[in-house]
């Protein structure tokens, strides 16, 4: 059987930039793993941008603005890095109004509690009139990748509504590097370090284990379509053979979330057997594992007619 890596770990923590590192891949893994997560975290992640842009006074990104030193095109470029976080709805609006000389910033923005904006520094125009006013209205949405204007426009447009490119995913950056160690007395495994750098709007720790929860959900419905006969003959010998059978089953045929199942597999444990011989507060000196994964183990063992181990 091929052995498993050691759990991961972050070796490097600056602001929105993490390095992991995974150790004790058997030959091959490293790259096989490394180039999976960095494909699931540059296209998969969901994130919000903004979609729409209206700008009073300017009704197409061609338009020059009296009173304002950029012209709409360098206006609707400095929009575009706006890095937002939507904490409800799919989408929302936000709304600036200004006037008078000034450098106006993300900070003007006026945005409403169900969203967050992570970079208010960020520049947008430059106003060189006291007595220029200057409007915008965003519409910020929820998505996945990117998506050109084209298709972010859905039917006519309004008049004034400027679209615009949609950088949803909340990852600037994914680098990853494999070289060999010693495991035993083999020196091929692979030490696989993983350096992601996120937008703000997430942590880099979220991006990994989002993107291991995106594969380890797309890899249990492809097992399932092959293991589906086989799960129907386990059940059928467990109800005739009884209990010890039962704890014969993998941890994965507990369908537990991916976080859950995840520290379960990374603390060594494989099986329900494994499970029932740890305790609550066993379970809660694991790594990863907190009160609500220990009460979704609990409710879905209840469901095979065991419990854990009593505490001493």
Known sequence: MISLPLPPKVIQKKKNQAVFEVEGLYPGYGVTIGNSLRRVLLS??????????????APHEFSTM????????????????????????ESQKVILKVKGEKEVTGADFKCPSQIKLVNPELHIATITDKKTELEIELTIERGIGYVPKDSVKKGKAEIGAIAV???F?????VNF????????DRTDFDRLSLEIETDGTITPEEAFFEAC??????????????AGDEKEEAVVSEESEGEA??????VEDLKLTGRTLNALVNNGIKTVGGVIKKSEKGLAELDGMGDKAISEIKRKIKKLGLELKSDE
């Open 44 to 57: 998969s992640l969901q994130g919000a941008a903004v979609t729409e842009v209206k700008i009073k006074g």
């Open 66 to 89: 009296s009173g304002v030193l950029e012209d709409t095109i360098m206006i609707l470029l400095n929009i575009k890095n706006l890095r937002f976080k939507i904490f409800e709805g």
């Open 165 to 167: 490119d949609a950088i």
């Open 169 to 173: 995913t909340p990852i600037r950056n």
């Open 177 to 184: 590097q494999v070289e060999n160690m010693r495991v035993g």
């Open 213 to 226: 929860d995106i594969l380890i959900k797309h890899f249990n419905i492809i097992f399932q379509g092959k």
């Open 245 to 250: 059978d039962v704890t014969k089953l993998v």
